[in-house]
């Protein structure tokens, strides 16, 4: 059983340096378009960083495996919410931009609710079996547009002030080989990482549904873990908790709608418990940003994110 862990562990290598291959690339010929330094950060680096879980999430549903699929997407927001945030409050307390608590963390809680309506049919509309449908990611499609709108408006109201963090520009046929070889490394990465994470789940009685919320959602949150880490460390709060949210939105507005339009899913209504804890958890994100320091999370708000994480987690071992 060593041989699925370790090919496991190599996917994950592979998805991660992959990312970012595609990142520096596609930054790299953005920026000869004199596109600047935050609209590269909230657009392509985005989107860069997250194509892990929606790599996997694709992948994950096409084997048939939509619980994997659903735990991917969720369980990575629920990493990223209490874990990852959790860090790097605890590395350095994070304050938060005007923008971030009045727009940006309530669309990150409008995001948990809408998904939470739409794949709970039977509840909700009566209908025979809880699916993610063509029209759900339609209708997540259309959430995920007036995000980008929202992101458009205020970049063209914001001076570019990253100037620090400059953008190494290659020359094209460097640029575009490193894009090529970033998706090569993250479709085979993926397939990778899916398979052999199914094996293991299979040969230790784990569930797909579990594999998902944990092994793959960590997994495929690395590179948030590393950038927020990192920007906390550097005291860029914005860049550690934008990141965060800005991840959360892209995964339920954007990963899953693209993974349902491809192949339409059936939701276990167990994960509902999961989608809770996101909502509950981004309630407590808001509740924190008005308690003590207006506008920040300080270090106890941190550890109280991630010692939540870690009773999540021991719980959902357990009842396995």
Same mark, same amino acid.
């Given at each position: 059983?060593?041989?699925?862990?370790?090919?496991?562990?190599?996917?994950?290598?592979?998805?991660?340096?992959?990312?970012?291959?595609?990142?520096?690339?596609?930054?790299?010929?953005?920026?000869?378009?004199?596109?600047?330094?935050?609209?590269?950060?909230?657009?392509?680096?985005?989107?860069?960083?997250?194509?892990?879980?929606?790599?996997?999430?694709?992948?994950?549903?096409?084997?048939?495996?939509?619980?994997?699929?659903?735990? *991917?997407?969720?369980? =990575?927001?629920?990493?990223?919410? @209490?874990? #990852? +945030?959790? $860090?790097?409050?605890?590395?350095?307390? &994070? %304050?938060?931009?005007?923008?971030?608590?009045?727009?940006?963390?309530?669309?990150?809680?409008?995001?948990?609710?809408?998904?939470?309506?739409?794949?709970?049919?039977?509840?909700?509309?009566?209908?025979?079996?809880?699916?993610?449908?063509?029209?759900?990611?339609?209708?997540?499609?259309?959430?995920?547009?007036?995000?980008?709108?929202?992101?458009?408006?205020?970049?063209?109201?914001?001076?570019?002030?990253?100037?620090?963090?400059?953008?190494?520009?290659?020359?094209?046929?460097?640029?575009?080989?490193?894009?090529?070889?970033?998706?090569?490394?993250?479709?085979?990465?993926?397939?990778?990482?899916?398979?052999?994470?199914?094996?293991?789940?299979? *040969?230790?009685?784990? =569930?797909?549904?579990?594999?998902? @919320?944990? #092994? +793959?959602? $960590?997994?495929?949150?690395?590179?948030? &873990? %590393?950038?927020?880490?990192?920007?906390?460390?550097?005291?860029?709060?914005?860049?550690?908790?934008?990141?965060?949210?800005?991840?959360?939105?892209?995964?339920?507005?954007?990963?899953?709608?693209?993974?349902?339009?491809?192949?339409?899913?059936?939701?276990?209504?167990?994960?509902?418990?999961?989608?809770?804890?996101?909502?509950?958890?981004?309630?407590?994100?808001?509740?924190?940003?008005?308690?003590?320091?207006?506008?920040?999370?300080?270090?106890?708000?941190?550890?109280?994110?991630?010692?939540?994480?870690?009773?999540?987690?021991?719980?959902?071992?357990?009842?396995?």
């Amino acid at each position: 059983m060593l041989l699925p862990v370790i090919l496991l562990l190599v996917g994950f290598a592979i998805l991660i340096k992959g990312a970012d291959f595609l990142v520096s690339g596609s930054s790299s010929i953005a920026k000869k378009f004199n596109i600047s330094n935050i609209a590269i950060g909230l657009t392509v680096v985005a989107l860069g960083t997250s194509t892990p879980e929606l790599l996997v999430s694709i992948t994950s549903s096409m084997k048939g495996y939509n619980s994997a699929a659903f735990g *991917n997407v969720i369980g =990575s927001n629920n990493f990223n919410l @209490l874990f #990852i +945030l959790g $860090i790097a409050g605890l590395i350095y307390p &994070l %304050a938060i931009q005007r923008n971030t608590v009045k727009y940006e963390v309530p669309f990150s809680l409008l995001a948990a609710g809408v998904v939470l309506v739409l794949v709970n049919d039977q509840f909700i509309l009566g209908s025979s079996e809880n699916l993610l449908s063509r029209i759900d990611s339609i209708i997540l499609l259309f959430f995920f547009c007036l995000f980008m709108l929202y992101i458009f408006r205020t970049m063209s109201n914001a001076s570019d002030v990253d100037q620090e963090s400059e953008i190494k520009i290659m020359s094209n046929p460097v640029s575009i080989g490193l894009i090529i070889l970033g998706l090569a490394m993250l479709v085979g990465g993926s397939t990778l990482v899916v398979d052999n994470a199914i094996l293991v789940a299979e *040969n230790y009685g784990l =569930s797909k549904k579990l594999i998902g @919320l944990t #092994i +793959l959602a $960590i997994g495929t949150s690395l590179p948030e &873990l %590393a950038t927020s880490a990192v920007a906390a460390y550097k005291r860029n709060t914005d860049i550690a908790i934008g990141n965060v949210i800005g991840s959360n939105i892209f995964n339920m507005f954007f990963i899953l709608p693209i993974t349902g339009l491809i192949n339409p899913m059936s939701f276990d209504t167990t994960m509902n418990f999961d989608l809770g804890i996101l909502l509950v958890g981004t309630i407590l994100l808001i509740i924190f940003m008005f308690t003590l320091n207006t506008r920040k999370l300080d270090r106890w708000e941190a550890f109280l994110l991630l010692a939540g994480y870690i009773v999540y987690t021991w719980y959902l071992i357990s009842m396995e």
